[in-house]
C-alpha cells in the first residue's frame, strides 16, 4: 500500500490563477475520449507502446509518459501500468473509484486508489502527470518501475462550481513511488505501489 497518500480531506481556497471550472453547479463526470490513442494488437504481436500520451477526462489532462525503449520482457507489464495510471487519472477527474483500475490492480491497490476520493468534491480539474521510468523485469514475471506522479496543478471542484486545492496535494505537489507488477493466475496487475526515496 502506498505510505504516502497523494490526497486527503479537506482543502484551502484555490488561487485566481489556478484552473477554472466553467461547467454548471453540478459536473458531469463523464470523460472525453482520450487526445492519443495507443495502436490497437496486430496478429504480430503486442500493441506498441506510447511514449507519451495525453488524455482529457471533463477537465482534467492526464499525461503518461513512458521510457523509450522498453525491452521485450517488460512491455506487458509496462502496458498494465500504463493503464492502470489512466485509471487513476479519472478517478482523480470523476472523484469516484473508476472502474477499470479493478482490471489492472490487486484488491490492496484498488483499495489505496479509493484513499484519494477527495471528500467535499465532485470532480478534479487542470493537469496530473505521470512518468515511469527505471523499469526492471525479472524472470518475466515481475517488474518494477518508478513512478513520478506530478499533481501540482489539480484542483478540486465543490458541488457549487467552487475550488479547493486538497491538502496533500499542495504539501506534496510531486511524489515519487515505486509500482510493483506481477503476473499470476489472475493476469498482469499492480500488485503494490510505495513511496520512494528521493523526489522527482
Known sequence: MLVLSLAGCGGSDAKATLPSYTGGSSPSATTSAPTTIAPTPTATGPA????????????????????????????????????????????????????????????????????????????????????????????????????????????????DGSHFIDPSGKDYPRVKMTAAINRGMAGTRVTSVTSARGTC
Request: aromatic residues 6%; glycine residues 6%; hydrophobic residues 40%.
Open 48 to 159: 506498441p507502446l506510447v511514449e507519451h500520451a495525453t488524455y482529457n477526462y471533463d477537465g482534467l489532462k492526464v499525461t503518461v509518459n513512458l521510457p523509450a525503449n522498453i525491452p521485450k520482457a517488460s512491455r506487458t507489464s509496462m502496458l498494465v501500468a500504463s493503464e492502470f495510471v489512466q485509471g487513476f487519472g479519472r478517478t482523480f477527474a470523476q472523484n469516484k473509484l473508476d472502474p477499470s483500475v479493478k482490471n489492472r490492480a490487486s484488491a490492496e491497490v484498488v483499495k489505496y486508489v479509493q484513499t484519494v476520493v477527495v471528500p467535499g468534491a465532485v470532480q478534479g480539474i487542470g493537469s496530473l502527470d505521470f512518468t515511469i521510468s527505471e523499469v526492471h523485469t525479472a524472470a518475466g514475471v515481475s517488474t518494477t518501475a518508478t513512478i513520478c506522479v506530478d499533481q501540482s496543478k489539480v484542483v478540486q471542484v465543490r458541488k
